[in-house]
C-alpha cells in the first residue's frame, strides 16, 4: 500500500503505460511527475498534522552522516515505551559529492522545479556538517530516539505504521567499486583520482533520476525504451532501522550489524514489526535510507531512493518477555514479521554463511516459538520456505526467510484490536478477515448499505466495496485485493489486509507464544 497526500492505493491492477519525454543522460525528466498536482510535498513541519505523538525532523541537530549512533551519541529525543514517532527521513541520493553536494544544483538539473526540493535536503548540503565520501556511509541517518525504560538486553519492537513520499522523485545509483558487479559498473565512466564535490564528474559515478507518477491510479517509477514506457510499481520501506551499538566508534551506516542498521529488508514496510536486541540503555532507535522501491539484492548498489515521511510506534519488551520471539533470554538477532511472513534474519560478510545463519535462525524460532521438533523444522523449511538475499552490496550481506504463517494456522490462537476493541477473526482461503461494520465502528467510522454495496467512511477516506467482489474503491480509485468481501452466518466479513489497503488503517501483528495479535489503528 502506498498512501501520497492523502491518495491511497493498493493492489490495484498494475502501472500502466503513458507518453513522457526522456534525457537519455540522467534518465528519465521530472516533468511528469512536477506537473502531478495531486502531489503535496512534504516539507519538515509540526503544524498538528502529524501522526505520531512525537515528531522528529532531519536538520543539522537530529542526523547524523554516514554513521550509527553508538553509546555515546546523545539523543535527540526521549519518549515512552509505546510511543508513536513520525520521522522526517531524508534520502542522501542528489546530496552526495559526486553529485556536487547541492541538493538545489542536482535537483534543478533534473528538471525539478526549486519549491518541490526539500528544504531539508538543501541545509543539509549547505552545512558543514563533516562527511568523507570515502570514508563515511552515505546515508543520512536520523535520531537517535531515547526510549524510557530501555536496558541492555531488553528487546525494542518497531511496528511500522505509516510511509508517505514527501517528494515526488527518487535516484537510484551505481558507484565504482560497489554493487553486484564492482569490476564491471560503471561501464564507460572511469574514476579519477582528483574526484572532489566541485568536479563530482570525475568520480564517474552513474546516477539515474526516477520520477514517479499515477498510472491508473497506482504509483510508479519510470523510464523510456524505444519510444515506450518501463513501469515499475513503488513499495516504500525504511532501509535502515536500528539500535545504537555498545561501541566506542560510530559505526559506518553501510553494514548492518545485530542491532539493525542498513538490514535493507523489502518486506518491511507498513504494516511490518521489526524486533531489535537493545545494547545501550535507552535503546537509542535511528532510522533512516528511504526506500520507495527495491528489488532483492539491491544488485546496482541503491535502490529507487527516495525521502519518506515514516511513523513508527516504539515499545520495550523487557528481557524474558514472552512478547519477544524466539529465545526470549537470548535475543540477539533482528527478527521481522508481517500479516503473511515470520522473518528470521542471517547476517555475513560471506553470503554462504548468511544463508547459514537465516536457516539456524529459522529452526531455532520454530523450535522454541512453536514446539516444532528441530528435524522436522529443517525439513518443512526446505520444502515451504523461500529464503531471499536482503542485499549483497553492504559489505555485510543479507538474507531472510519468509515462513508463511497460514501453514501453522491450527497451532495459533488469533486476536485482532481495533482501537480497543476485540474483534472476532475468521480465517477463510488462508486469509484473514474480521467483521466490516464492528470493526470500522471501532475505529470511529461509519458503514451504510445499499443493497450488497457498504460505502464506508473512515477518517479521510471514503471506500466502496460489494459482497463477493474483490475489487474495491478507495477514494474514487480502484483497488483490487486478492480477496474479496464475503458474508458468513449473516456477518459481513472484510479481509483484515484491506483494512490498511482500502481504508487506510495502520495494522500490525505481534507473535506472542503462539498467539497472532494484530492491532489495527485509524491514521
Not at 360 to 373: A, H, K
Not at 451 to 475: P, R
Not at 479 to 485: I, K, N
Request: hydrophobic letters at 35%; proline letters at 4%; one cysteine or more.
Amino acid at each position: 500500500m502506498l498512501l501520497v497526500s492523502g491518495l491511497l492505493t493498493g493492489a490495484v491492477a498494475g502501472c500502466g503505460s503513458s507518453t513522457q519525454t526522456t534525457d537519455s543522460g540522467s534518465g528519465t525528466t521530472a516533468q511528469t511527475a512536477a506537473q502531478d498536482d495531486t502531489f503535496e510535498i512534504l516539507q519538515t513541519k509540526d503544524d498538528g498534522t502529524i501522526m505520531g505523538d512525537y515528531y522528529v525532523g532531519s536538520n543539522e541537530d537530529t542526523i547524523n552522516w554516514g554513521r550509527l549512533p553508538n553509546r555515546d551519541t546523545e539523543p535527540v529525543l526521549t519518549v515512552e515505551s509505546g510511543s508513536t514517532v513520525t520521522f522526517d527521513t531524508v534520502s542522501h541520493e542528489g546530496l552526495l559529492e559526486d553529485q556536487g553536494r547541492d541538493a538545489l544544483e542536482y535537483f534543478t538539473s533534473q528538471g525539478v522545479s526549486e519549491d518541490e526540493i526539500l528544504t531539508d535536503a538543501i541545509n543539509i548540503t549547505d552545512s558543514d556538517i563533516a562527511h568523507d565520501f570515502l570514508e563515511d556511509g552515505p546515508h543520512i541517518v536520523t535520531g537517535p530516539v531515547e526510549v524510557e525504560g530501555a536496558e541492555p538486553g531488553d528487546v525494542l519492537k518497531v511496528e511500522v505504521l505509516d510511509l508517505q513520499p514527501r517528494v515526488p522523485y527518487g535516484v537510484i545509483s551505481n558507484r565504482h567499486y560497489k554493487g553486484a558487479l564492482p569490476d564491471e559498473f560503471p561501464e564507460n565512466s572511469p574514476r579519477y583520482d582528483d574526484a572532489s564535490a566541485e568536479e563530482p564528474e570525475k568520480y564517474g559515478d552513474v546516477s539515474k533520476f526516477a520520477p514517479i507518477k499515477k498510472v491508473d491510479d497506482v504509483w510508479c517509477s519510470y523510464y523510456e525504451v524505444d519510444g515506450k514506457e518501463v513501469t515499475y510499481e513503488l513499495d516504500p520501506f525504511l532501509g535502515i532501522m536500528g539500535v545504537a551499538t555498545d561501541t566506542e566508534e560510530m559505526l559506518s551506516s553501510v553494514p548492518p550489524t545485530e542491532q539493525g542498521g542498513n538490514l535493507d529488508i523489502n518486506e518491511l514496510g507498513e504494516g511490518s514489526t521489526l524486533y531489535l536486541p537493545i545494547e545501550v540503555e535507552g535503546a537509542m532507535f535511528y532510522t533512516g535510507d528511504p526506500h520507495f522501491a527495491q528489488g532483492d539484492g539491491e544488485v546496482a548498489l541503491t535502490a529507487l531512493e527516495g525521502s519518506l515521511r515514516g511513523t513508527v510506534r516504539l515499545t520495550v519488551l523487557k528481557n524474558g518477555s514472552e512478547e519477544i520471539v524466539g529465545d526470549s533470554e537470548n535475543f540477539t538477532q533482528p527478527f521481522g514479521e508481517t500479516e503473511d511472513y515470520w522473518i528470521p534474519i542471517g547476517l555475513d560478510e560471506d553470503l554462504d554463511e548468511a544463508m547459514k545463519e537465516a536457516c539456524r535462525e529459522s529452526i531455532d524460532f520454530l523450535n522454541e516459538q512453536l514446539g516444532v521438533d528441530r528435524d522436522m523444522a529443517y525439513a518443512y523449511l526446505s520444502a515451504a520456505t523461500d529464503y531471499e538475499v536482503s542485499q549483497v552490496v553492504d559489505k555485510t550481506k543479507g538474507i531472510h526467510a519468509l515462513i508463511k504463517k497460514t501453514d501453522f494456522i491450527n497451532l495459533l490462537d488469533i486476536n485482532l484490536t481495533a482501537g480497543d476493541t476485540k474483534q472476532d477473526v475468521a480465517v477463510i482461503d488462508r486469509t484473514f478477515y474480521t467483521p466490516l461494520e464492528d470493526t470500522v465502528k471501532a475505529l470511529g467510522g461509519s458503514v451504510k448499505w445499499n443493497g450488497d454495496t457498504a460505502t464506508v467512511t473512515l477518517g479521510s477516506v471514503e471506500a466502496t466495496m460489494t459482497k463477493n467482489s474483490n475489487i474495491y474503491y478507495s477514494n474514487g480509485a480502484k483497488v483490487v485485493q486478492d480477496s474479496a468481501l464475503v458474508e458468513q452466518d449473516g456477518t459481513v466479513l472484510i479481509p483484515v489486509q484491506a483494512l490498511n489497503e482500502v481504508l487506510n488503517a495502520a495494522v500490525n501483528w505481534s507473535t506472542v507464544g503462539k498467539s497472532l495479535n494484530g492491532v489495527v489503528t485509524a491514521k
